[in-house]
Structures are given as C-alpha cells and as structure tokens.
T-cell receptor
C-alpha cells in the first residue's frame, strides 16, 4: 500500500485568509490529483499534475507537484465560504489504482 | 442527467440481509470503480472494471460481490455484512483505465449502515 498523508487534518479559517494543504508520501507517483468533496456528494477532480516541480493554477487555487513527485501542496488565496469541503489528494502509477490521502477538512467562516 | 448516479442514497441493513447497490454512468465511459469511504480512513479502492471485465480486486471480502453487466451499469451485491462495513460506498467512472491522468467522475455515494 502506498500511503499519502495529508496535513493538516482539519482547518478552520476566516473568509479572506490564505491557507496551504500538504500531501506527502514516501512513494513516487506518475501523477497526483486533487479532489474536493462536499457533504453528501462524491469527490470532484480539481487538477492533475504529472511533472516534477509542476505548478498549476485554478483561479485562487495553486497546486504544486514536488520535484521528486512524492509530495504536493494546494494553496488557496483569499478563501471563501464556497471553498469549504474535504480536500483529497490521490496518487497513481498505473491508472488502475489510485491511492487516496487521508483528507483535509476545510471550513471557511464568513 | 447527472453523470454518475447511485441508488439507494441511504441503506440500513441487518447482518443477515442481502442487498444490492446500483451505479449508472451516463458519460459513455469504459471503466467503472467501487470505493469505500470510512470515517478517519483514506478512500479505499475495492474493484475496477474495464469494458465489463474486472481488472482489479483489492483483497475485498467475499461478502462483497461486484457485477458489471455492461459498461454503463455497476452493481455491488452485499450479503452477511458486518457492522464495520458501515461506510459511504462511492462509484466512479472514467474514459479508460491504465492511464494515471484519467479523470474519475464520482457518484454521490450510498451511505450504508449495518446493524
């Protein structure tokens, strides 16, 4: 089993603050994905990164894949209540097996 | 129509019951997946089907039996479950398998409680 540990596990911040969520592993992955899951729904893909050192931006969200392709970070600028949810990272090498992280539960308080 | 639908959304069953979870995807995908999401544990992949053939079975107990009659439908048959099997069961689909950059589209899940 290839473990992905996410930190922090829980995060509660005020609207307008910035935050960073981390996803770390001792394993190398060909790709790493970030998902957001809202209560009562399944996870929704936000981004896929495949190249070591790659940075992708999605509006106020910035995703980075580590140079060694073992870790990733998600940075949110000026968080809004709509960003509230469970953030999951998932790594894969084969495409048949995606290893999910432990998740970060984010609450943005208006 | 929502991309991936699951029924029922909630299910309560006794340990001796037999029930089935249903998943349907309307995206024209060739691969479908069953995941288990338990509190305080990472999402666990249970089964993967590609073109109706099972390609992954991650040491799941035999009390869980998947069925994929065609590329749009996926079932998870349940029998003699244990209370620790209570969890959110998520279905997902993707265009193909075997590609690490595939996008998986998840359904809303079935919240299962085993008494």
């Amino acid at each position: 089993t290839q473990l992905l540990e996410q930190s922090p596990q829980f995060l509660s911040i005020q609207e307008g603050e910035n935050l960073t969520v981390y996803c770390n592993s001792s394993s190398v992955f060909s790709s790493l994905q970030w998902y957001r899951q809202e209560p009562g729904e399944g996870p929704v893909l936000l981004v896929t990164v495949v190249t070591g050192g790659e940075v992708k931006k999605l509006k106020r969200l910035t995703f980075q894949f580590g140079d060694a392709r073992k870790d990733s970070s998600l940075h949110i600028t000026a968080a809004q209540p709509g960003d509230t949810g469970l953030y999951l990272c998932a790594g894969s090498n084969t495409g048949n097996q995606f290893y999910f992280g432990t998740g970060t539960s984010l609450t943005v308080i208006p | 129509e929502t991309g991936v639908t699951q029924t029922p959304r909630h299910l309560v069953m006794g340990m001796t019951n037999k029930k089935s979870l249903k998943c349907e995807q309307h995206l024209g995908h060739n691969a479908m997946y069953w995941y288990k999401q338990s509190a305080k544990k990472p999402l666990e992949l249970m089964f993967v089907y590609s073109l109706e053939e099972r390609v992954e079975n991650n040491s799941v107990p035999s009390r869980f039996s998947p069925e994929c009659p065609n590329s749009s439908h996926l079932f998870l048959h349940l029998h003699t479950l244990q209370p620790e099997d209570s969890a959110l069961y998520l279905c997902a689909s993707s265009q193909t398998t075997g590609t690490p950059t595939d996008t998986q589209y998840f359904g809303p899940g079935t919240r299962l409680t085993v008494l």
